[in-house]
Each structure stands twice: as structure tokens, then as C-alpha cells.
């Protein structure tokens, strides 16, 4: 999950994207027997940032980081702590990787952090959990971002980061078959239709082939991988590359899942709170009256920056309330995805949604109630699962997680809505 500028959809966020005709594609023979079978080990998982994430690089001029290149105080989970994710029913993690310490490192030190990583998939595999390796750039770094890496074939550093995702299939292509997959990109800010996404994700998927030829590769759409992404996606040429999975991410509606989340870059969200789920839970009154009081501990923001912030979110809520959205509006959306899936015959066992949540109310945000965040990801989980979409929770730590950075003590709420057990 990144703070990339498509959470702008503020106007529209109640409002379904109309789903292309996409070229037909046979599936691989292989490859849905291995979904159908359950020899993926993709159908129920977690998201493990910040296990490589969160960096400690050095202030521009430079373009490095220090050593080790991952902030200490970040949590990351233990051999027990995999132990008791597959204890919950839980069969797989989704592992972003930032690609940054990575590119700048000398050869000595790249070698280190390969071997870090090699341990993180073995501990991973060791507790029965599979995994999929996602290289996720980070767009608050100044230097290694995904404008420099990612943006197009021509970006300053596409070469270096292709020749990584080439390396990471050959090294992850040495795991047990079936329990490691490689994403080679986290929701790419091109267009839903754009071209230029379409030959980054093509010469990348080449550079994974070339190291290897059985490693699962997940494939997405632009948009930040958004459902209109993958409704945009052409399978057709992909087929090339396979085996191969589809992703996409469902945060929607924004106004509820990141309700107080303080990266958003629209100020209408910094002091959004108090946004029920569903919507008949509460009231439009009660909301804007929470943040009014949310606004008037704000002494940092200007007043008249806050009444024009107040009015916007007054408007968009308005909205929100009026749309009355509900387990409804989520399997409208995931319905564009099972639509996608069935028009090019892709089962939907390959389709994998990759990241849903919403962030909590506690010591460091003011967000969802938390009964009401329980409810949304219960009715998010439950259509996917209905729509035949394997899964990934976002996240394991942090705002929205499901496990406490300190104690790794599971959340009874998030496992319940989850639909897993909690373990003994």
C-alpha cells in the first residue's frame, strides 16, 4: 500500500468504473491445475511490511543507506510468530521488499542482503507458510523511487531494478515449487490503459523468465492496481510469461478505509474519523460533529486552511451517507473483477487480492471505530472469497494491523473477521 495520488477519489469513490472488453485467454493447463489443486499455497495471507521496509537512508547529496539498511525499531515477525500465523489458518505471506538498499549496495553488501532475504523466505517456508516476494519501491525515498525506477523503460534506474527482479527468480526459483512466487512491482502509478505500464511489466516478466522458467510471476494493472486496473488488463500477451497470477488491491471506499490516515496527501483525510461501516451504522451528523472536534485540537493548520479542508470533507460525505454503501457496494467491485476473470477464462483461484484494510483507532490514530473496521474487512473478506479470489490482509504490523508491534498479540476482532481461528 502506497500513498500514490490515486486517493484522490473523492468524488468518485462511491462510483464503478465501466469494465472493458478484454481479448480472450485460455489459461494455462498447468497453472490452474496448480490453483485448482491447492499446490499454491495463495489462498489465504497477510501482508509482512515493514519486515523489509522502512530504511535508513542517508539525506540528498547521497544516495545510500546506512548499515544495516532497516530501521531497528521496525517489528518484525519471529519463527514463532509465523508459527502462530499458520496456527490461525493463514497459508501464505505477501513480503514487500524495498528494492532501494538493494541498488545502492557495493556487491559485498548486496550479497548480505540477499542472504537476509533467503532466511526470510526459509523461516517463512519452515513455518508452512507460503509466499510471494513483492518489490516495492518506496515513493517517500529521494532518490530510489519508483519515478526513477519504474516510471517507464527510459527511468534512470529501469535497468538496475529489471536486472534485480531477474536476479530474485533465479534465488526464489531455488525454493519449494509451489510455495514462492515473485510480484515484480507494487501498484504501478500509470494509467489503467497505458502502454507504458504494459512494456515496463513485459520487459520485467522477460528479465524473471530468463532466470527462470517455473516461478509464478503475479501480474497486475496500472492504476495503482486498482479493480479498474485489472478490468483494463489485457491478458492476452501475458500468457507468454506463464505460470502466472493476477492481483489487484481493494481499499474502497477510501473515505472509510483511510479515514485519519495522516500519509494521505488530501487534507480532508487528516482529521476524517468516526466514518461508520456501513453507513447505516451512523450518521452524517455524527461524523462531521467528530470532526469538528477533531479539527479543533489542530493547531498546527491554518483556519482558513481547516474550513476549506471542512468543507470538502462535508461535501464528500454527504456523499458517502447518501450512496449508503454496505456489503453491496464491495461485491460491485469485486464483481468487475470476476467479470474480468470469467470474459478471458481465468480462474478466479488466480486472481489474488492483494492488499485490503483499513486503519484503526488507538494510541497513534484517531480512524474507524473499530467495531465498524471489524465489519468492513469481515464483508471485503467474505465477498472475495465468495467471487473465488484468494487473499492478502494488509497488514501485519502498524496502523493496520492485526498483530501488536510490541506484544504479537493476534487482534480477536481482525482474526475473527478474517475468518481464521486464534491459535492455542
Not at 545502492?104 to 526470510?120: E, H, I, S
Not at 517463512?124 to 510471494?132: E, F, V, W
Not at 530510489?144 to 530474485?168: C, H, I, K, Q
Not at 467495531?371 to 473478506?381: G, H, M
Request: hydrophobic share 45%; aromatic share 10%.
Amino acid at each position: 500500500m502506497t500513498g500514490w495520488s490515486r486517493r484522490r477519489l473523492l468524488t468518485t469513490a462511491l462510483s464503478t468504473a465501466l469494465v472493458p472488453t478484454a481479448a480472450s485467454l485460455a489459461p494455462l493447463s498447468a497453472s490452474s491445475a496448480l490453483a485448482a489443486n491447492g499446490a499454491w499455497r495463495f489462498r489465504r495471507g497477510v501482508n509482512a511490511w515493514p519486515w523489509f521496509s522502512l530504511t535508513r537512508e542517508f539525506p540528498a547529496p547521497r544516495t545510500d543507506y546506512d548499515w544495516p539498511p532497516f530501521q531497528s525499531q521496525r517489528p518484525v515477525p519471529t519463527p514463532d510468530d509465523l508459527g502462530r500465523l499458520r496456527q490461525t489458518g493463514l497459508d501464505f505471506i505477501r513480503l514487500p521488499v524495498d528494492p532501494g538498499p538493494f541498488l545502492a549496495a557495493d556487491t559485498a553488501t548486496r550479497g548480505k542482503l540477499l542472504d537476509m532475504l533467503d532466511a526470510a523466505v526459509a523461516a517463512t517456508l519452515d513455518a508452512g507458510l507460503g509466499i510471494i516476494v513483492n518489490v516495492q519501491a518506496n515513493g517517500a525515498t529521494h532518490y530510489w523511487n519508483p519515478d526513477r525506477m519504474t516510471s517507464s523503460t527510459e527511468a534512470p534506474a529501469f535497468e538496475l531494478y529489471r536486472a534485480l527482479v531477474g536476479e530474485l527468480a533465479g534465488r526464489l526459483a531455488r525454493f519449494t515449487p509451489g510455495m514462492v512466487a515473485l510480484e515484480p512491482v507494487n501498484e504501478p502509478a500509470q494509467s489503467c490503459d497505458s502502454n507504458v505500464w504494459s512494456q515496463v511489466q513485459a520487459s520485467l516478466l522477460t528479465a524473471a523468465r530468463a532466470s527462470s522458467r517455473t516461478l509464478p510471476l503475479v501480474v497486475t494493472g496500472g492504476c495503482g492496481s486498482m479493480v479498474s486496473g485489472l478490468a483494463a488488463l489485457d491478458p492476452a500477451p501475458l500468457a507468454a510469461f506463464e505460470p502466472i497470477l493476477f492481483t489487484f488491491h481493494l481499499y474502497e471506499p477510501y473515505l472509510f478505509s483511510h479515514q485519519g490516515a495522516p500519509w494521505m496527501r488530501e487534507p480532508v483525510y487528516r482529521s476524517l474519523n468516526n466514518v461508520p461501516w456501513p453507513a447505516s451504522a451512523g450518521s452524517l451528523e455524527q461524523t462531521l460533529a467528530s470532526v469538528r472536534a477533531r479539527m479543533a485540537q489542530d493547531a498546527e493548520t491554518p483556519e482558513a486552511d481547516k474550513q476549506a479542508a471542512y468543507a470538502e470533507t462535508e461535501r464528500v460525505l454527504k456523499v458517502y451517507f447518501d450512496a449508503r454503501p454496505d456489503r453491496w457496494f464491495i461485491d460491485k467491485y469485486l464483481g468487475q473483477a470476476r467479470d474480468w476473470a470469467d470474459r478471458n477464462g481465468i480462474a478466479p483461484e488466480r486472481v489474488i487480492m492483494g492488499e485490503f484494510g483499513a486503519l484503526r483507532t488507538d494510541a497513534r490514530y484517531t480512524a474507524a471505530p473499530n467495531p465498524d473496521r471489524a465489519r468492513y474487512i469481515s464483508d471485503v473478506r467474505q465477498s472475495a472469497e465468495a467471487a473465488g479470489f484468494p487473499w492478502a490482509f494488509w497488514d501485519l504490523f502498524d496502523g493496520m494491523g492485526m498483530m501488536d508491534d510490541t506484544t504479537r498479540a493476534l487482534d480477536p476482532a481482525m482474526v475473527e473477521a478474517l475468518g481464521l481461528r486464534m491459535p492455542e
